[in-house]
């Protein structure tokens, strides 16, 4: 009986063993394929278009309606991009001011959408679909397009459909448009009716409000025929380079002058879940090709005074590319283009719409490969998986280049504090569009989201951390993740429980706050107190400094833990019993006696987001 209750606890351990070792299980993902062509006219600002869509059905699920998004329709007087902005300009903020009245804009819409006139606004139109050869009825959502099938689309099939669109240019308000503040003519991001993403949740038709996009894996093959005075700058590789030139021509390679007055340049791109492109004749581009890494194209509007800035923010992208792959994993794509245009900095697969020669924003923007072009996180729901790991590496990367490693820490968790402490924070896990303030949506998905990562360093160790990170990445890039496959990755690299970081973290508003108590003697032994006044439970670093110069360093695992972290500095650590989450007091015992004791100091790398500091340490009196 012994040899056999020996042989199945093996077995058990075996199966536990491979379980653990195995890579989460695929999850089943739609697949599409687009051919796009669309004809410009650059004197009325509109285009018509056809696509050619093949799209399959990989769920286990019969869909008896599709859905498209039609984006542009959000920049028209009254739309619901339009209300919601001026809604929320009306709240007034206290703590921290967004602008010099307080008021709560998005500083680029604000009500600029209600002034529109009929030339200026923006829309598509739908003109016919047809799937698989037959017409469809079609129920429009301002920027949602409902399809009702007349005939369902079956589990594991694939299914043609065909899109005839007609579409203007808005005036330049939010990422997309024509003509803005730097001249450029069109910068044409959401500008195609885009299939919407059904994944294991359902079909995700968020209307345009805002925010944040999600979409569908496919290929693109898209063709542009624009005047030909126009370069044309995009999201993908140029298949007809040796024809249009422009600097996109192979090596030795003349191209022929157009001869008409129109050029049609033919771009695709692959594996990736949406396609952006800006034209102007005013362009220029200049490349540069970093060791192992991919060509950088940056595109911009041919101004001698700013000629410098793009020059050197191209050749930081290309000294920052090996940081960015050795950290974080490799970029798969052939090139990467910045082009000017848009009102900010926007992320697209492969390019990025960047306003200016901003080496801070061409870096994040950039990042955006990993943790939104690579990754395909639902960023309306999970806004901070995107904004906030973005955010975390590529200021980590700006720092790696400034020789200042965390010299970009204070201002996310100062952030995070002000949002704490301004009463209009709201859980992280809000929807992105549904945030009650700009504000609290800001600092919630980048601030917040990048204290996640930082502070997750704190909890497994900065070394454990970016192991998590690397793992995260091989596992899951054009997966689609949620924040509980990061949470098993993170889990399963570390050998830590960490769920309750998540719920706390993200699902709560609760706060971190710890402070050094009383010092007594017990047993001989020198005691120092320890209270958690705070409502979210942490793991606790203590560092200890004796009169003498000598140190003695802690850490104090959460029983929600169920483990704890590798010691991560050259200092020997001593690991305490674990602190229980229902405790609201500990009891530390040190080495020292009370007489050498010169201060007690929680938390001295300060990566825990403590919102007060002030109880942090304790220096006792000479």
């Known amino acids: 009986m012994e040899r056999k209750l020996l042989r199945a606890a093996l077995l058990l351990f075996m199966v536990c063993q491979l379980s653990a070792s195995i890579a989460q299980p695929n999850r089943w993902q739609q697949r599409i394929k687009y051919n796009i062509s669309v004809q410009m006219n650059v004197e ?13 059905n990989n769920s286990p699920d019969t869909l008896t309606r599709v859905f498209f998004h039609l984006y542009w329709n959000a920049f028209q007087p009254n739309s619901s991009m339009d209300v919601r902005s001026r809604e929320l300009g009306k709240t007034i903020l206290t703590e921290p001011k967004k602008d010099f009245d307080g008021r709560d804009w998005d500083q680029r819409v604000k009500d600029r959408i209600s002034k529109l006139k009929p030339d200026e606004i923006g829309y598509q139109k739908v003109t016919a679909i047809k799937v698989n050869g037959v017409v469809q009825t079609t129920k429009e959502h301002e920027t949602i397009l409902e399809v009702n099938l007349n005939k369902p689309i079956l589990p594991g099939s694939k299914t043609e459909m065909e899109l005839s669109f007609e579409a203007q240019v808005p005036l330049q308000v939010r990422r997309s448009g024509r003509d803005n ?29 805002a925010r944040e996009f999600y979409g569908v894996w496919g290929d693109y093959d898209v063709r542009i025929t624009i005047d030909k005075n126009y370069f044309v700058a995009a999201g993908g590789d140029l298949l007809n380079a040796n024809e249009i030139g422009r600097g996109y021509e192979a090596s030795g390679v003349r191209p022929v002058a157009a001869t008409g007055s129109m050029v049609t340049w033919n771009w695709q791109a692959n594996n990736v879940h949406d396609f952006v492109w800006a034209a102007d004749p005013q362009y220029k581009m200049i490349t540069r090709k970093p060791v192992n890494g991919p060509l950088i194209r940056v595109v911009y509007k041919a101004v001698d005074s700013l000629e410098d800035r793009w020059q050197k923010m191209a050749d930081t992208a290309a000294l920052a590319y090996p940081i960015m792959g050795k950290t974080f994993g490799a970029y798969p794509y052939k090139t990467y283009t910045f082009i000017q245009g848009g009102d900010g900095g926007m992320e697209y697969p492969m390019a990025t719409l960047i306003k200016s020669a901003s080496v801070g924003t061409a870096l994040h923007e950039w990042m955006h490969s990993w943790y939104q072009m690579m990754m395909g996180t639902n960023e309306s729901l999970y806004p901070w998986m995107d904004e906030g790991f973005t955010d975390y590496s590529s200021m980590r990367v700006l720092s790696t280049l400034r020789n200042k490693e965390g010299f970009w820490y204070e201002a996310a968790y100062k952030s995070y504090f002000n949002l704490a402490k301004s009463g209009y924070e709201e859980p992280a896990s809000t929807h992105a569009d549904h945030y009650n303030t700009n504000y609290a949506y800001a600092a919630a998905a980048y601030s917040k989201g990048a204290v996640f990562l930082s502070q997750l360093g704190y909890i497994v160790g900065d070394s454990v951390r970016d192991k998590i990170l690397l793992a995260y990445y091989k596992e899951w890039h054009f997966k689609h993740p949620n924040p509980n496959d990061f949470m098993r990755v993170a889990e399963q690299v570390s050998g830590i ?6 719920e706390y973290w993200i699902y709560t508003t609760k706060t971190i706050d710890y402070a050094v108590g009383d010092i007594n003697i017990v047993d001989g032994k020198t005691q120092v107190t320890l209270h958690r006044l705070g409502k979210m439970p942490m793991p606790v670093d203590v560092l200890i400094t004796y009169k003498d110069g000598t140190q003695e360093a802690h850490t104090i695992p959460l029983d929600l833990m169920l483990g704890s972290k590798l010691p991560e500095s050259r200092m020997p650590v001593i690991t305490d019993t674990e602190w229980r989450w229902t405790h609201p007091e500990y009891a530390l015992t040190i080495k020292g006696s009370i007489q050498n004791l010169k201060s007690i100091e929680i938390d001295p790398s300060q ?13 006792i009196p000479d």
């Open 181 to 209: 503040k730097e001249g450029i003519r069109y910068s044409m991001s959401q500008w195609y009716p885009k299939m919407v993403e059904y994944d294991y949740q359902g079909w995700n038709p968020n209307p345009y409000i």
């Open 44 to 56: 009325t600002n509109r285009f018509t278009g056809h696509e050619k869509i093949d799209y399959w």
């Open 497 to 502: 429980e960490l769920n309750w970081y998540k």
């Open 607 to 619: 990566r825990m987001a403590d919102v007060n500091r002030n109880n942090n340490k304790l220096v």
